[in-house]
């Protein structure tokens, strides 16, 4: 099992490295059973300090991983060295190519109507073979659910992405991922919009840097009250108050 390296706002941080993060699904998958994979960043990591139901949601997850350069500075302030972030922008074109190689079918689940299509389409013709279980926007309104993990369970997919955003998607994977029959659950944010083109992913150099959020805030102002968290959550780190609050 991967180590936890570190607890934030009362969040197990995992220390695995995208590689290994492939290679423990690969493993889940022949084992079977369910198991959701969280991409954490500080936003889901202030929502989660002062919500105990996406709290233990999180803490219930197989895997934490570090989505955020937030993430990685504020375990190494807790003396937790990160080896590195495993986004889930990076995941979903990854663990796409690997689909192809090893015969696994994904179901593409959440974004705007037609996004999810589109990045199956996108990430189906850079991988021939891909399995594509299925595309649904759907949304994580829990009338639809039961629509939903029929249409999941009926595709018979080994790998479930949900793409609603946090806390949404996590907590729709914490309630129902088990009722899908899906081997691995992934929470992936925007990453759909990412892969198909609606949303524009900042360039590696600015990755790099660890200034991705910057460039998100740049292009997506909208985002700014969101972004709020951030300089609040560094100041909690800081002053050794990275616990949970309620
Ligand atoms: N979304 C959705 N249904 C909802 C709310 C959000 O499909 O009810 C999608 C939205 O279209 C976007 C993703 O969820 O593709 C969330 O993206 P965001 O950039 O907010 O997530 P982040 O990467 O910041 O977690």
Not at 15 to 35: K, Q
Not at 95 to 107: C, D, E, P, Y
Not at 208 to 226: A, K, M, S, T
């Amino acid at each position: 099992m991967p180590t936890v390296a570190c607890d934030l706002m009362g969040v197990p941080i995992h220390d695995v490295t995208p590689d290994e993060t492939i290679n423990l699904i690969a493993r889940w998958i022949e084992d079977g059973g369910s198991h959701q994979i969280a991409t954490v960043n500080p936003e889901f990591l202030m929502q989660a300090r002062t919500h105990p139901s996406f709290r233990a949601a999180l803490k219930r997850a197989a895997l934490c991983v570090p989505d955020g350069i937030g993430v990685m500075w504020a375990a190494r302030l807790r003396g937790a060295r990160l080896r590195e972030r495993v986004t889930g922008s990076d995941i979903v074109p990854r663990l796409s190519r690997a689909a192809a190689q090893r015969g696994w079918r994904i179901f593409y689940l959440g974004a705007a109507p037609g996004v999810a299509e589109r990045t199956a389409e996108i990430l189906q013709s850079r991988h021939p073979g891909l399995r594509v279980a299925g595309c649904y926007a759907g949304s994580p309104d829990p009338v639809e659910a039961p629509e939903i993990i029929a249409r999941v369970r009926a595709s018979q997919a080994e790998i479930l992405f949900v793409a609603y955003g946090a806390p949404a998607q996590d907590l729709w994977l914490d309630q129902h991922l088990a009722q899908t029959g899906a081997a691995v659950g992934i929470g992936v944010g925007g990453s759909f919009d990412f892969v198909a083109g609606v949303a524009k992913r900042a360039p590696r150099w600015i990755q790099r840097l660890g200034l991705e959020w910057g460039y998100r805030l740049l292009r997506e102002p909208w985002r700014w009250r969101r972004q709020l968290a951030l300089p609040y959550f560094a100041w909690l780190v800081l002053v050794g108050q990275d616990k949970p609050k309620t």
